[in-house]
């Protein structure tokens, strides 16, 4: 035989060697749930090893993580009932649980790369990711308000601010009401191809946000769609998107491979908290062999297309590879 693929295969240095893909921190974002108070970490029953933190608690996980190539974190807030209503009106609060721990993070972390979320959910009484007018998700007038939330997350500090809303528009929106209150070099990272999935619901129990009433398939994309993810993306680009996500990752490779071959900025994927909680629970349960099934998924990822990777494991994973 002239062809013999297995001679590229036969020590860990060769592999290495020829190796298409690679993971490495730098790859990596940590999706993070804030809460208020001071010395909480309150666990999440249904993603282990994960907890609700108060801003003192991440500081302190932060400092930890950086010199293990931790590059960057997402904040996503848990909202005390008694502070949500119909017009989400704590999300445009200046002293709010998210700008106070933006200002945190980037007074004692400069470099760190700070993204936030914009969306109405958790703060919402009705649970949705935009205004509820007689049953209907209002479509402009949410827009109007996400534009307001990304700007008040831009004057704490994000770097990013990232609407995970899935409103048309809203990119467009958002790009120049940042751009004429002058912040100009505040990126958008836009949720792009944001599917009505199944495996939202641990998140969804983190922030306590899921919908009090319907649910939320007429803005969250069909799973069955492939092309509108396209649209969509070309739409957010069109509009001043920096950076593309598409959510969630495992079960939509075929998306990011799709948004990556047809686009030409950074293409995010999120590892959602279901497919977190799957891995946990066969780890649990001795089926799994954890470290290997996480570095073969997030490969997996990395392969498809996507340049960065928010996930859960992002603690673990940098650890892993330290060592």
């Not at 997402?74 to 649980?97: C, H, R, T, V, W």
């Not at 534009?147 to 994000?158: E, F, H, T, W, Y």
């Not at 995010?268 to 946990?280: D, F, P, Q, R």
Request: aromatic share 8%; proline share 5%.
């Amino acid at each position: 035989m002239k062809q013999r693929p297995r001679r590229n295969r036969k020590t860990e240095f060769l592999r290495s060697l020829v190796r298409e893909t690679s993971l490495t921190a730098n790859d990596l974002v940590w999706p993070v749930f804030v809460r208020e108070g001071e010395g909480v970490r309150q666990p999440i029953t249904s993603l282990p090893d994960c907890y609700r933190l108060s801003t003192d608690e991440l500081l302190h996980d932060v400092e930890k993580l950086l010199p293990l190539g931790l590059k960057a974190v997402a904040l996503f807030p848990q909202i005390p009932d008694k502070q949500k209503d119909s017009l989400a009106k704590e999300s445009l609060n200046e002293s709010g649980l998210i700008p106070n721990t933006v200002r945190a993070l980037k007074r004692q972390f400069p470099e760190l790369v700070v993204i936030t979320d914009v969306a109405l959910d958790p703060y919402s009484s009705e649970g949705h990711d935009g205004l509820v007018h007689e049953g209907q998700v209002l479509n402009d007038e949410t827009v109007a308000v996400l534009a307001q939330q990304a700007l008040v997350q831009a004057r704490a500090g994000a770097d990013f601010v990232a609407p995970s809303d899935m409103m048309d528009g809203r990119v467009g929106a958002i790009r120049l009401f940042l751009d004429e209150a002058g912040f100009q070099n505040v990126g958008i990272l836009a949720y792009s191809a944001k599917y009505a999935s199944a495996f939202y619901d641990p998140f969804r129990d983190a922030l306590d946000s899921a919908p009090k009433n319907g649910d939320k398939k007429t803005y969250q994309m069909d799973p069955m769609n492939a092309r509108e993810a396209l649209r969509e993306a070309r739409l957010d680009i069109e509009e001043g998107a920096d950076i593309l996500m598409v959510k969630p990752a495992l079960a939509y490779l075929d998306i990011i491979q799709k948004v990556r071959e047809n686009s030409d900025i950074p293409v995010a994927a999120y590892n959602v908290s279901g497919e977190y909680a799957m891995i946990k629970a066969a780890v649990k349960n001795g089926w799994l062999n954890e470290r290997k099934t996480v570095l073969e998924i997030l490969g997996s990822i990395r392969r498809a297309g996507a340049d960065m990777i928010f996930s859960y494991h992002t603690p673990d994973v940098l650890k892993w590879l330290k060592d």
